[in-house]
Nanobody
């Protein structure tokens, strides 16, 4: 079992940066791939970024490429999402997730493939 707790959300202005953290407890987090999803009211949960457990290789959505960086510190069982040049459309609840198994783009971006989820942290970007 893995428990995930996100932190770092808040209210920022367009163009600002924000760093989200996802602290994992339980088994060694290096055994798990980590990911970030986001969701706004009435919409499906959207893939943002994912990072492989073994070597830190990462994948990004088109909206995140070039602006967001996903990293991890396995010694601290923590995954991060560094968000830069934030836009109002980035406003959402951001969720951390974890899974084992394959790390292909087709399943890494699918929220139904993840076994563990955090409670979410709100990110609001004002224009």
């Amino acid at each position: 079992q893995v428990q995930l707790v996100e932190s770092g959300g808040g209210l920022v202005q367009a163009g600002d940066s924000l760093k989200l953290s996802c602290a994992a407890s339980g088994r060694s987090f290096s055994d798990y791939h980590g990911a970030w999803f986001r969701q706004t009211p009435g919409k499906e949960r959207e893939f943002v970024a994912a990072i492989r457990g073994s070597d830190g290789n990462s994948l990004y959505s088109e909206s995140a490429k070039g602006r967001f960086v996903c990293s991890r510190d396995n010694a601290k069982n923590t995954v991060f999402l560094h968000m830069n040049f934030l836009k109002p459309e980035d406003t959402a609840v951001y969720y951390c997730a974890a899974k084992t198994g394959s790390f292909y783009s087709y399943d890494t971006s699918d929220p139904t493939k993840y076994n563990y989820w955090g409670q979410g942290t709100q990110v609001t970007v004002s224009s």
